[in-house]
């Protein structure tokens, strides 16, 4: 069965240094997200990709974050100079459709960023 | 703004009982309701949904109905299974691209 996957399941980063979050949607699918979600707190939205740029995003994807999808199959999530505040457990999501009729997101197993 | 508020966890329950997560929403417009749910080491997979007003959505024996009037989409389970343990997140979209998601209720369920 197609699924999404992320890598790394785990990292620990010092304040200030970049990340990249890599991910990989189903083959078929053309919409991309990212959410986190932050221990014991809400998931949030952060972003939505399609047709090779940001369809979405929300107040918390300010400028230290960016996405891209640099070959046919990576979805990445980079943060530019990481804060305390990030840490948090990372999502990737796919669909074939997108909006209030398409019903499922396909998230990955996440990715657990910790800032020290 | 658009949100969605769920019943704290842990729920712990034991093989068997009656499940009911509690969910409701705020938004604008008529959205559609999902439930998702989460195991241990794997992503979040859609477990239900709903996409109007008293529609039911149900699969694996779990089930929730759209309630316009209370703004609520609580999920149930006649009896529950050791299996059934995860994480529970109630979500929404207005038909953008923007799901939003609750907070998330942990499920334990004793043998």
């Known amino acids: 069965e197609p699924e999404v996957t992320q890598t790394p399941s785990h990292q620990v980063t010092q304040m200030g240094q970049e990340v990249i979050l890599r991910c990989v949607p189903i083959?078929?699918?053309?919409?991309f997200y990212w959410y986190r979600q932050i221990l014991g707190q809400k998931v949030e939205f952060l972003v939505s990709?399609?047709?090779?740029?940001?369809?979405?995003k929300s107040e918390i994807f300010d400028d230290q974050f960016s996405v891209e999808r640099p070959d046919g199959s990576n979805f990445t999530l980079k943060i530019r100079s990481t804060k305390l505040e990030d840490s948090a457990m990372y999502f990737c999501?796919?669909?074939?459709?997108?909006?209030?009729?398409?019903?499922?997101?396909?998230f990955g197993e996440g990715s657990r960023l910790t800032v020290l | 703004g658009d949100s969605v508020t769920q019943m704290e966890g842990p729920v712990t329950l034991s093989e068997e009982a009656f499940l009911t997560i509690n969910c409701t929403y705020t938004?604008?417009?008529?959205?559609?309701l999902f439930w998702y749910v989460q195991y241990p080491g794997e992503g979040l997979q859609l477990l239900l949904k709903?996409?109007?007003?008293?529609d039911k959505g149900s699969n694996k024996g779990f089930e929730a109905t759209y309630r316009k009037e209370t703004t609520s989409f609580h999920l149930e389970k006649g009896s529950v299974q050791v299996s059934d343990s995860a994480v529970y997140f109630c979500?929404?979209?207005?038909?953008?691209?923007?799901?939003?998601f609750g907070a998330g209720t942990r499920l334990f369920v004793k043998a």
């Open positions: 990709f399609y047709n090779n740029e940001i369809s979405e």
């Open positions: 938004a604008t417009g008529y959205p559609s």
């Open positions: 083959s078929n699918h053309l919409y």
């Open positions: 979500a929404l979209n207005t038909g953008g691209f923007k799901t939003i």
């Open positions: 999501a796919s669909s074939e459709q997108a909006g209030s009729n398409t019903g499922e997101l396909f």
């Open positions: 709903a996409t109007k007003a008293d």
